[in-house]
């Protein structure tokens, strides 16, 4: 079974994103903030951005601190640069004056993707913000964002006017100055959580519509190279889908697959993988889990199989696949409190293992001082324990997904051996703990 070579855990808010750098250690980009108990109730002031740097065994490198200059700014995610840094994208509210027509003009506070570049050290080379219309935009979310072939970027959201959600897409030069801009309209309430460039040149967007009367369906829409829609194409009946920010990547044999989670009435949210090929036909489809089970992201394997990140029944949940889907090992991080363990991003590191960041102590909607940044490293090789099934099955959401009697054997046996006071070290044979002195940005 898989063995956590290093956990840190530090005195901040929560991790969103991970990448591995050239020297073999890593960045995370997490949130951090005070932790205010007022009489009116517990909240966390003076946020801001960390960015924290490691060494290959989890010591501490580096950190920088962005400040978040507005309560509505977002940055969530970050990507590795070709120049050897990295970049930074999410939102930043800017004050406009939005036309409603008939003469009707009034401020107001919209959101526009917020793209920033920084070099290996982390030092801010540059910074731009892109708004669609400022005299029309009521709101714009930002969900994804690669580096594209030609050295520039492309980030994707969703851009809202008087209620129509469409889908908006940007392109830039290498230099962050806007190339073009595209919206794409799917019929639906759509939501495009990945973009992916395509071998050709092009792009593909994976997510989610929702048409009323229909329900949820996943989506894929392929753009060509100038951002031009190709074709749509949507899959329905696969429950409620529930994406994820970091949903859809590419695959070696030149499809893509799109992870998330799926409610399926009278039975719960489960953690779905979808499959389709180049053209978007879908290839298959599998959920895994018990009721409240989610996967937040998916990443390739070198054995063209796949590992997600997720969560079950309040613990971090990660497991490994073979190329269809089908369950070889998986490992389960249970909180001894009554929050949640969240990974939000996994990676396969140059070593074959992997290493994702997240939220310790989650407890949503409710500030406390025992949430923290998570970032882990495990080792390669993800196993379950080979037992006997019990008599006792389960009934599965659809024919290819695992038995949950399976699942609960595996969860079962993985908490077992990490309570043991000896076993425990099977899981956590280094701990990181970063302090508030160690994290002073540099």
């Not at 970049?87 to 919209?110: D, E, H, R, S």
């Not at 969900?143 to 129509?164: E, R, V, W």
């Not at 073009?180 to 519509?209: D, H, K, P």
Request: proline share 4%; hydrophobic share 35%; charged share 15%.
């Amino acid at each position: 079974m898989a063995s956590c070579r290093w956990n840190g855990k530090s005195f901040l808010l929560d991790g969103t994103s991970v990448i591995q750098t050239a020297d073999g250690g890593y960045i995370a980009l997490g949130t951090n903030a005070t932790y205010y108990d007022n009489p009116e109730g517990a909240e966390y002031v003076n946020a801001s951005y960390l960015l924290v740097k490691t060494d290959a065994d989890g010591n501490l490198t580096w950190t920088k601190t962005i400040p978040q200059e507005d309560p509505h700014e977002t940055l969530s995610l970050v990507i590795p640069t070709s120049d050897g840094g990295f970049a930074l994208a999410g939102t930043k509210p800017i004050a406009v004056q939005v036309n409603y027509g008939k003469g009707i003009i009034m401020p107001m506070n919209v959101s526009q993707f917020y793209l920033v570049k920084a070099n290996s050290l982390g030092d801010i080379q540059w910074n731009r913000t892109f708004i669609k219309d400022d005299s029309k935009s009521q709101n714009i979310y930002f969900h994804n964002f690669i580096q594209t072939n030609d050295g520039g970027y492309a980030l994707n959201g969703t851009y809202i006017f008087s209620s129509t959600p469409l889908i908006w897409c940007v392109k830039t030069y290498s230099s962050g100055n806007l190339q073009w801009n595209r919206t794409i309209n799917a019929g639906g309430y759509a939501i495009a959580s990945s973009i992916l460039q395509t071998s050709e040149g092009g792009y593909m967007l994976l997510g989610q519509n929702y048409l009323q009367g229909s329900g949820d369906s996943l989506l894929a829409v392929k753009l060509d190279s100038s951002g031009n829609t190709q074709w749509i194409k949507e899959y329905p009946n696969l429950g409620r889908y529930t994406s994820s920010s970091s949903c859809g990547i590419a695959t070696s044999d030149g499809g893509y697959m799109i992870s998330g989670s799926t409610y399926i009435d009278n039975q719960g949210t489960y953690g779905l993988l979808v499959k389709i090929d180049a053209s978007g036909n879908l290839l298959w489809n599998i959920t895994y889990g018990e009721p409240d089970s989610r996967i937040s992201s998916v990443a390739q394997t070198a054995d063209n199989g796949y590992v997600f990140a997720g969560s079950t029944e309040s613990s971090a949940w990660i497991v490994k696949t073979d190329s269809v889907g089908k369950i070889e090992g998986q490992i389960k991080f249970k909180n001894p409190k009554v929050f949640i363990n969240q990974p939000n991003q996994i990676i396969v590191t140059t070593d074959g293992g992997y290493a994702f960041v997240g939220d310790w102590n989650l407890q949503i909607g409710n500030p406390t001082t025992d949430q923290k940044f998570w970032l882990v490293k495990l080792s390669p090789t993800i196993t379950t324990p080979t037992m006997t099934p019990p008599t006792t099955t389960n009934p599965t959401p659809n024919n290819g997904s695992p038995s949950f009697s399976n699942l609960l054997i595996a969860v079962l046996v993985i908490t077992m051996v990490s309570v043991g006071a000896g076993l425990a070290l099977v899981y956590f044979k280094k701990r990181r703990r970063f302090t508030d002195s160690s994290l002073k940005s540099s």
